[in-house]
């Protein structure tokens, strides 16, 4: 028997529901703008409205998806897939069972099924299912979730658990332009990936849905089909110094005009110097340590710090928990695993941290970063001590990249930045950085600042942070007025503030090369 299922593209699925659409917008006419813009797939999804009134709309609707080929599932109702001849169904685990939709719609239309743990999929796979929903990824506000959020640990152990079993997954859920990237390539593995996301609300609450939608659709083309290459990559392949020079330049001033709020549970000795960093740039910080906290920062955080130079149950605690809180938020989470081998308490911290969080840059010294890559580095207290070759830094950052599926920036006189492909050594900065306290703190909470805008290419949000910071310590290190460093220190504030303001001056200044 032939069959004639329609050819699905499943990159980015939108899931409707009207009522959250811009005040005064048209459903159809909105939906037209997301199918120009890039929409591929389309499910009509009505909770409350009786037979007759969804048939027709669902009529009005296919005619608009049949204008751009994009098929149009409807959710939960047979009958009126069936009335309009829709090309499948979506149920849930509490809708009709699959064997029956099958049954009443025939072999030639699409049976997607909601799952949420690895027997639901084992399930729906073995009954038939062409596409998985997995979710919720994350909380989301537009339908009471009766079960706790996945998180893409959770994703990646579902999608595990089918692997070879050729069916198409959409991960849904608390899902947004921003964490798209860290959700489809974290949830990844060699022989695993998501082939699209479902989105609701970002896209029916978008004012300007073609514009979005575009957008939206080559963040998630781009990331699906480099998880199909199973390589772990956060931007563009671009290996030009000058094109990157150029990103750094317009990144800067973009952390001033958006002011994003940087959370920071960092080590008492840098607090205020951090804080004033932060400010410098233009982004806002707020050094919140209490547990109770966490949670409801994570709703208006634009990135989370995090620093383990204290170390305290108490603070590490809490740590883990805005890690996880950020996470299921989608928004970045830096963390500095300061002296992270210098003794075992460290050790042993430092290593809870990996396994219990997902960190989208990990910045360290090179003691740091080579201890926990395995290449041997050394540290006193917090310090790094010891010289290392070019070529094992540059391993040491990709490995530990491709280990923790995140950027690594390892500091020192000249830093290594990695996403586990690409491989960049910046070559700016100072001495006198060296002689004063937390200068390497500093440089995770400016990557935390750069992060918090750039929420799609932490690789260039890594190099634009350190390169930026370490210029203002030339700069600052060249002042006449600057002695040492006491004055250095105030200096280096100052310098930040000004590039923030004048950001053009980066580009004599920059020293980047790449390495691969
Ligand atoms: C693509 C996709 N995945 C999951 C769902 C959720 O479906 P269901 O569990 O039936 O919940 P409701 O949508 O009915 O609230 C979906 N609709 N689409
Ligand atoms: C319809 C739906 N199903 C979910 C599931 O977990 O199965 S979560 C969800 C709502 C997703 O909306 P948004 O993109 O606005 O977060």
Redesign the pocket.
Known sequence: MTCNKPQVDYSLYL?TERSLLPKGTNFLEHLELCLKGGVTLVQL?EKNLDTRPFIELAKQTKAITDKYSIPLIINDRVDVALAVDAAGVHV?QDDMPLQQVRHFIGDNKIIGV?V?NVQEAAEAVNAGADYL?I??VWF????T?TKKPLGVEGVQTILQSIEGKNVPTVA????NMQNTPQLISKSSTSTVHLDGVA????IMSSTEPEQFCKDFANVVIQYVSKSEKSSFVTGGDQKDENALIDDIIKLVPLIRQKGPLVHHITNNVVINDNANATLALGASPIMATHPEDVADLAVVNGAMVLNMGTVDETITNAMVLAAQENVRHGHPVIFDPVGAVATNLRKKVSSRFLKECEFTVIKGNSGEILGLAGKGGQSRGVDSIGSHEESIAAQAVKELALRHKCVVGMTGATDYVSDGQRVIALENGHELMASITGSGCMATTVVGCFSAVEKTDFLLATVAALTTLNIASENAANRPDVQGPGTFRSALIDELFKLSNAPESIRNAAKIRWLN
């Open positions: 899931v999804r849930g909601s949420n929903g979710g919720a989301t506000s537009t339908k979730l849904i859920g608390g899902i989105v609701v609300s970002a």
